[in-house]
């Protein structure tokens, strides 16, 4: 079993930015990718970013492509991701991520939740215009 703790949501102002934090324990030789996704109110979990445990792959949603910068630090067992230019439609419940078999390719057609194993428990976002 992986556990995921997020971390570094809150309040913030349109265009400000916000660094957010997924430290991973437990079985964490086990993963193979880490990312994130959001959920915003009355929508479906979408994906956000991922990045392949060797840190090889990246890739983002074009909705936050140039903005959000996903990262880690091996050491830690910590992924971040790094949000500027932050606006109102990024106001949403961000959620760590991590598979220990499903490449980080494929991380943008995720569109259920039990199609990822672990979960983290989710942090607050709320962009203000």
């Known amino acids: 079993q992986v556990q995921l703790a997020e971390s570094g949501g809150g309040l913030v102002q349109a265009g400000g930015s916000l660094r957010l934090s997924c430290a991973a324990s437990g079985r964490t030789f086990s993963i193979y990718a880490m990312g994130w996704f959001r959920q915003a109110p009355g929508k479906e979990r979408e994906f956000v970013a991922t990045?392949?445990?060797?840190?090889?792959?990246?890739a983002y949603s074009d909705s936050v492509k140039g903005r959000f910068t996903i990262s880690r630090d091996s050491a830690k067992n910590t992924v971040y991701l790094q949000m500027n230019t932050l606006k109102p439609e990024d106001t949403a419940v961000y959620f760590c991520a991590a598979d220990p078999t499903r490449i980080a390719s494929s991380w943008n057609r995720v569109r259920t939740k039990n199609e990822i194993d672990y979960w983290g428990q989710g942090t607050q976002v709320t962009v203000s215009s």
């Open positions: 990045m392949d445990w060797i840190g090889n792959y990246i």
